[in-house]
């Protein structure tokens, strides 16, 4: 059986952000594998399990799982049919051709996308990769909570841990790690863009909602509806999960300091991660009591992006307006 297909990602202190926040603070940096973010990790775990005999396998995806996909794909010698909302830019449908997969492009949002994906499941026989709402996903996805605590040390807990939600997956992904190396105890800070906030108007709703629209610029946040798992480890009185919001402008000022600090790119997506310590959510949330002072560390999980160049740097500058 081919794989693991995801790499052991570096494990960095930030001085930046650990001087901002006056503790330390560690990226992980999953904008380090090799389809550029951490999707790799658990759709390259469900294909290992589901698509060895394969004829093929479809994704929907706005980006990052269909990177991840087609990279799996590509390595196993597989065929692969990536199906890309509109607002997909044409930096991804080119990186993914580049990758070998036939691309389609249907509807404006990753939820028409993802019908047409499970239309062709039915019709042609393909195996169908959901993006973030499948229990290996999560189980591959919790690799990275593992490598954190073999790294650290499990005696040596993070204070938090700070990850950006789309559809959840992540989210499920680390819940299901720190549990997994008794970290269950470790506040968990999701962050999600307004306009793509599915996660956030779920935990306020105290059920699940779907969102009309997304109106944020974070299209790989763009998931209209949160997957079930993820809203049940929200309303679970065993881990922590404090769900905060960001502004575009916000997520975009990320990007560009961490570009700045850092010297890597990332998408708006994981600028939103980013955020919590660029705009202050990690100190509001400690002068609130809902975060301990001192924190001990806090980990950041830098989850990537593939939908992201100069480019589309400057086209984010221009589209999203500038505080005044």
Same mark, same amino acid.
């Given at each position: 059986?081919?794989?693991?297909?995801? +790499?052991?990602?570096?494990?960095?202190?930030?001085?930046?952000?650990?001087?901002?926040?006056?503790?330390?603070?560690?990226?992980?940096?999953?904008?380090?594998?090799?389809?550029?973010?951490?999707? +790799?990790?658990?759709?390259?775990?469900?294909?290992?399990?589901?698509?060895?005999?394969?004829?093929? #396998?479809?994704?929907?995806?706005?980006?990052?799982?269909?990177?991840?996909?087609?990279?799996? @794909?590509?390595?196993?010698?597989?065929?692969?049919?990536?199906?890309?909302?509109?607002?997909?830019?044409?930096?991804?449908?080119?990186?993914?051709?580049?990758?070998?997969?036939?691309?389609?492009?249907?509807?404006?949002?990753?939820?028409? *996308?993802?019908?047409?994906?499970?239309?062709?499941?039915?019709?042609?026989?393909?195996?169908?990769?959901?993006?973030?709402?499948?229990? =290996?996903?999560?189980?591959?996805?919790?690799?990275? +909570?593992?490598?954190?605590?073999?790294?650290?040390?499990?005696?040596?807990?993070?204070?938090?841990?700070?990850?950006?939600?789309?559809?959840?997956?992540?989210?499920?992904?680390?819940?299901?790690? =720190?549990?997994?190396?008794?970290?269950?105890?470790?506040?968990?800070?999701?962050?999600?863009?307004?306009?793509?906030?599915?996660?956030?108007?779920?935990?306020?709703?105290?059920?699940?909602?779907?969102?009309?629209?997304?109106?944020?610029?974070?299209?790989?946040?763009?998931?209209?509806?949160?997957?079930?798992?993820?809203?049940?480890?929200?309303?679970?009185?065993?881990?922590? #999960?404090?769900?905060?919001?960001?502004?575009?402008?916000?997520?975009?000022?990320?990007?560009?300091?961490?570009?700045?600090?850092?010297?890597?790119?990332?998408?708006?997506?994981?600028?939103? @991660?980013? *955020?919590?310590?660029?705009?202050?959510?990690?100190?509001?949330?400690?002068?609130?009591?809902?975060?301990?002072?001192?924190?001990?560390?806090?980990?950041? +999980?830098?989850?990537?992006?593939?939908?992201?160049?100069?480019?589309? =740097?400057?086209?984010?500058?221009?589209? #999203?307006?500038?505080?005044?």
């Amino acid at each position: 059986m081919p794989g693991p297909f995801h +790499i052991n990602t570096p494990l960095v202190e930030s001085v930046g952000m650990s001087r901002r926040l006056g503790t330390t603070v560690y990226l992980k940096m999953e904008s380090s594998q090799p389809s550029g973010s951490f999707k +790799i990790r658990g759709i390259g775990h469900l294909c290992q399990q589901m698509a060895m005999q394969s004829k093929g #396998i479809v994704c929907s995806s706005g980006g990052n799982a269909g990177m991840a996909a087609a990279h799996v @794909a590509r390595t196993m010698g597989l065929p692969a049919t990536i199906v890309v909302p509109s607002s997909s830019p044409p930096l991804v449908v080119q990186k993914l051709q580049d990758q070998g997969a036939t691309v389609k492009i249907t509807g404006e949002v990753w939820d028409e *996308a993802n019908t047409e994906a499970l239309r062709l499941t039915e019709t042609e026989g393909l195996t169908y990769v959901p993006p973030f709402d499948h229990p =290996l996903l999560w189980e591959g996805h919790s690799s990275v +909570i593992t490598e954190i605590a073999a790294s650290m040390g499990r005696k040596q807990k993070p204070g938090a841990v700070v990850v950006s939600v789309g559809g959840g997956g992540l989210l499920c992904g680390v819940a299901q790690g =720190l549990r997994g190396v008794g970290w269950e105890d470790v506040p968990i800070v999701t962050m999600e863009t307004v306009g793509a906030d599915c996660f956030n108007a779920a935990v306020k709703a105290g059920t699940i909602v779907t969102l009309e629209a997304i109106t944020s610029e974070a299209k790989c946040l763009g998931a209209k509806t949160v997957c079930r798992k993820a809203f049940q480890y929200s309303q679970s009185t065993e881990q922590a #999960i404090i769900s905060e919001l960001v502004t575009d402008q916000q997520a975009l000022h990320a990007v560009e300091t961490f570009l700045d600090e850092e010297r890597v790119l990332v998408e708006l997506a994981c600028g939103a @991660a980013l *955020a919590a310590v660029y705009s202050g959510v990690i100190q509001r949330l400690q002068d609130e009591g809902r975060l301990p002072r001192p924190l001990g560390y806090l980990v950041v +999980i830098v989850c990537g992006g593939s939908s992201i160049n100069r480019e589309q =740097l400057a086209n984010l500058q221009k589209k #999203i307006p500038r505080p005044t």
